[in-house]
């Protein structure tokens, strides 16, 4: 079946630093990399996505870059900002069909000011 | 646009009581997801439509849950009899796919169920 993992499971930075997150995953055949953003209270929000055809890319502050040989993609997000706490999910597409996406367990970033 | 919507916010219930939780999709949208999100599983896909046809029903946990999409602007979640265990916060999240492309999913507020 699909296996994604997600690392770390809790971050914290001071404002202003960078922040990683790495998530590896098992379907060799998927396309589709998001990153999805969940604030409390709220539901996910897509924050940036690449496809299999693109080793990076960038939106401002946030970029994410792909590894398909390793099987990993990573979210960057640089000069942190206190708004940037939030629980950051990846969620690859499996390849088996429609448009389903397998959701990591989450990281939890916190930015301290 | 408005967004994906969902009702009740939120809603508790006793035992063995049914429970009906309902989404507005985006206008136009051909696809639609419910999921569950409890501290223990994580985000889970209950159930996937496409064109108000159930595609994948294999996340939906057991035949006291049941989803409905009568026509292209509105879903159902139902839950009967409601356990404890069905505690969490139900998201649903629709999205527009073209033939064999993935595309963005988008989530309503979602509903949080407690049973008690």
């Known amino acids: 079946g699909e296996n994604v993992e997600q690392h770390p499971s809790t971050l914290s930075v001071q404002e202003g630093d960078s922040a990683v997150i790495k998530c590896t995953y098992s379907?060799?055949?998927?396309?589709?990399f998001p990153w999805y953003k969940q604030e409390l209270g709220k539901g996910p929000q897509l924050i940036i996505d690449i496809r299999s055809n693109v080793g990076e890319k960038k939106d401002q502050r946030i970029a994410v870059t792909l590894n398909k040989t390793a099987k990993h993609f990573s979210l960057h997000i640089t000069e942190t900002q206190p708004e940037d706490s939030a629980v950051y999910f990846c969620a690859p597409c499996f390849s088996g069909g429609y448009n389903k996406l397998i959701f990591g367990a989450g990281t939890r970033l916190a930015v301290h000011p | 646009d408005a967004g994906v919507i969902q009702s009740p916010r939120h809603e508790v219930t006793e035992m063995g009581q049914e429970v009906t939780l309902r989404c507005k999709p985006i206008s136009g949208h051909n696809s639609l997801f419910w999921y569950r999100q409890t501290m223990m599983r994580g985000l889970e896909l209950l159930i996937y439509?496409?064109?108000?046809?159930?595609?994948?029903d294999s996340g939906m946990p057991e035949d006291r849950f049941s989803a409905k999409m009568p026509n292209a602007s509105f879903s159902t979640l139902k839950i009967q009899p409601s356990e404890p265990r069905d505690s969490a916060v139900y998201f649903c999240?629709?999205?527009?796919?073209?033939?064999?492309?993935?595309?963005?999913?988008?989530f309503g507020p979602g509903t949080r169920l407690t049973v008690l």
């Open positions: 439509f496409n064109n108000n046809v159930p595609i994948d």
């Open positions: 379907d060799s055949a998927s396309n589709y």
């Open positions: 999240a629709s999205s527009l796919v073209p033939s064999g492309v993935t595309d963005t999913q988008y």
